[in-house]
T-cell receptor, first 115, second 116 residues
């Protein structure tokens, strides 16, 4: 079974520019997560989707970040405009169910560098 | 709110030696606990998880962890380290808040190096 796919793997942009990350979860997984991982830190949840619905976006900085999961499959995370502090790895994960014990499967991440 | 503390940001062992990575949790309700491994430029991979069944949990690649409520700990061990075990390890906690109200909270990670 194919894993979680993310693209691009690396992105370098100037500050104030927009950027978008794409995630394709494992087939059949209804729950999708976006995490932010700063250097030397563990991942922190940004948003969680159950199918098309964002059920937890409390940690998403909504002034500049947005996300969508049209049709309940692929998802896109956008930053506009990017700031220097947004440099980090953005991880996407998916799980078959939406409970606290469901295993989350992670993609390789997108490493963003903002200059 | 729940949290985990990983003691030691960097652990170095010799090949064949015991691996012990420490994790302590804080939770007001019974927790579910996880260990993930992250190899360079890869996503996190689940090693094992505790979901209130047996307190000694066996995972992949010879790793195991024991849930100790009295010590609020969930330390990860492996009897004999291999070079291929070199990676970053994350402990994580969540709780059953009912329905879909949950969040997986990660520690800061422990980088394991294995010396030949």
């Amino acid at each position: 079974e194919a894993g979680v796919v993310q693209s691009p793997r690396y992105k370098i942009i100037e500050k104030k520019q927009p950027v978008a990350f794409w995630c394709n979860p494992i087939s059949g997984h209804n729950t999708l997560y976006w995490y932010l991982q700063n250097l030397g830190q563990g991942p922190e949840l940004l948003i969680r989707y159950e199918n098309e619905e964002a059920v937890d976006d409390s940690q998403l900085p909504k002034d500049r970040f947005s996300a969508e999961r049209l049709k309940g499959v692929d998802s896109t995370l956008k930053i506009q405009p990017a700031e220097l502090g947004d440099s980090a790895v953005y991880l996407c994960a998916s799980s078959r169910g939406g409970t606290s014990t469901d295993t989350q499967y992670f993609g390789p991440g997108t490493r963003l560098t903002v200059l | 709110a729940q949290s985990v503390t990983q003691l030691g940001s960097h652990v170095s062992v010799s090949e064949g030696a015991l691996v012990l990575l420490r994790c302590n949790y804080s939770s007001s309700v019974p927790p579910y606990l996880f260990w993930y491994v992250q190899y360079p430029n890869q996503g996190l991979q689940l090693l094992l998880k505790y979901t209130s069944a047996a307190t000694l949990v066996k995972g992949i690649n010879g790793f195991e962890a024991e849930f100790k409520k009295s010590e609020t700990s969930f330390h990860l061990t492996k009897p004999s380290a291999h070079m291929s075990d070199a990676a970053e390890y994350f402990c994580a906690v969540t709780v059953n808040s009912g329905g879909s109200n949950y969040k997986l909270t990660f520690g800061k990670g422990t980088l394991l190096t294995v010396n030949p």
